[in-house]
């Protein structure tokens, strides 16, 4: 019998070890299929939503012999290339010193989300207390600038975008958001939430023709307002009738944590000042003075915590709905108040909670499986060619089902292409 290195839990259950003891030569064909064919009725429930974390937007290829990340690194590269390469040795000792802040603490070495906010929170106290033009205040502006620039920067990931490097990870995002579109038409628009400043999504989506919703409305600007998460787009059905059908190629989309191209806006006629700009340099960009990815300054939170408590209202009413399944893919469990609110939604009993994760590094994900609650699924290992399962590739190419005519929908965007290049 083959080991097989996946896992499907269901609670505390190993459901492949059930099928390993029914057939007497187990394949990871076999064990692919069980983990298959149980997603096939997960996208055919009412009620489905993601959370994307940071993982999925990390993909390391080989190149020139090199593992290189052509897409944006997880958090705790992120935060070792941020300390190493760019805060320079006498800040470093001017925040342990003056500060009392060692970037070294559990907290911040492998989190700049921690780091960037407490410093954003000290800053507010001097702000507060008529110091910001003091010389203590003034040095924690200009390195939350330039923690800033530098998430900007490596999020952006402008570089492999303009060369193409990148494509890979677009396609494969690409992939992820074609599969979801051949699900029934009759139920309703799948919901993507997800912690990632990056653009990823709004490129596939955009490469794809599919339309979305992130709460943002408007023509030549565009701002914020979240009861554009009530709205569908439809298609009249009958002219001489008021039938309307809403169109398949659409979804949510909810950045929970902002995004690069969300900056503030102070314009009186809007209650939510918070505009999207289309040019997304790196150049304009880094010269706007607040850019809503998070933590961002507590001033501007303090007018109603916009966008992100509405977004968050948003992701607890969705998870709070009946016969709801969520499924987290790159998230490591280690934001607070995502979690609670996860955890939360196991008051209804009909929620079920499908975490892509090792349960031998996390203590979250071991928590969660120590619950033994068979609305808890995990699933995760790696496949004989060493693809990682529960990475966001892994679970779109091996697990997230194919409903649509792939063959089909290439030779279209092939066509398109031959036709442009001939021009």
């Not at 955890?343 to 349960?359: C, E, K, M, N």
């Not at 089902?401 to 001939?422: C, G, Q, W, Y």
């Amino acid at each position: 019998m083959t080991d097989i290195k996946i896992y499907f839990y269901k609670g505390k259950e190993e459901v492949l070890t059930k099928l390993k003891s029914a057939v007497d030569d187990v394949t990871e064909a076999d064990s692919l299929k069980k983990i298959q064919d149980a997603f096939s009725k997960v996208l055919d429930g009412k009620n489905l939503s993601f959370l994307l974390g940071c993982g999925c937007s990390s993909f390391v290829k080989e190149i020139d012999s090199k593992k290189t990340d052509i897409g944006v690194p997880t958090m705790i590269p992120l935060a070792n290339n941020f300390y190493t390469d760019l805060l320079s040795p006498e800040n470093k000792l001017w925040l342990k010193e003056t500060l009392k802040l060692d970037i070294n603490a559990v907290d911040f070495i492998s989190n700049l989300e921690k780091f960037l906010g407490t410093l954003h929170s000290i800053y507010y106290f001097y702000e507060t207390t008529g110091q910001i033009k003091e010389e203590n205040a003034i040095k924690v502006a200009e390195i939350i600038k330039q923690a800033r620039n530098f998430l900007l920067e490596k999020c952006l990931n402008e570089a492999n975008r303009n060369s193409k490097t990148d494509d890979d990870l677009v396609d494969l995002y690409k992939s992820f958001y074609r599969k979801l579109l051949y699900r029934n038409s009759n139920l309703p628009k799948p919901n993507i939430f997800t912690t990632n400043y990056d653009l990823y999504s709004e490129i596939a989506l955009d490469k794809l023709g599919i339309h979305y919703v992130n709460g943002f409305s408007g023509g030549i600007k565009k701002y914020f307002n979240p009861t554009i998460f009530n709205y569908a787009l439809a298609e009249k059905m009958d002219l001489s009738q008021s039938k309307w059908s809403v169109i398949d190629n659409f979804v949510y989309l909810y950045k929970i944590h902002g995004s690069l191209n969300w900056v503030q806006a102070e314009e009186d006629s809007k209650l939510f000042r918070v505009r999207e700009i289309q040019e997304t340099t790196y150049t304009n960009l880094k010269m706007q003075e607040v850019i809503m990815i998070h933590p961002t300054p507590l001033k501007q939170n303090a007018s109603m915590g916009s966008p992100y408590s509405d977004l968050f209202r948003e992701f607890q009413k969705k998870l709070m709905q009946n016969n709801n399944v969520l499924i987290t893919l790159g998230y490591s469990f280690n934001d607070e108040h995502i979690n609670n609110l996860i955890y939360q939604a196991f008051t209804i009993p009909s929620f079920r909670l499908i975490v892509l994760g090792d349960h031998s590094v996390s203590e979250e994900i071991a928590k969660l499986q120590s619950l033994d609650d068979p609305r808890i699924w995990i699933i995760g290992g790696k496949l004989e060619d060493k693809t990682k399962l529960h990475y966001f590739k892994g679970f779109v190419e091996k697990i997230l089902p194919d409903l649509s005519n792939d063959e089909i929908d290439n030779k279209i965007e092939n066509a398109i292409k031959k036709l442009f290049k001939d021009e």
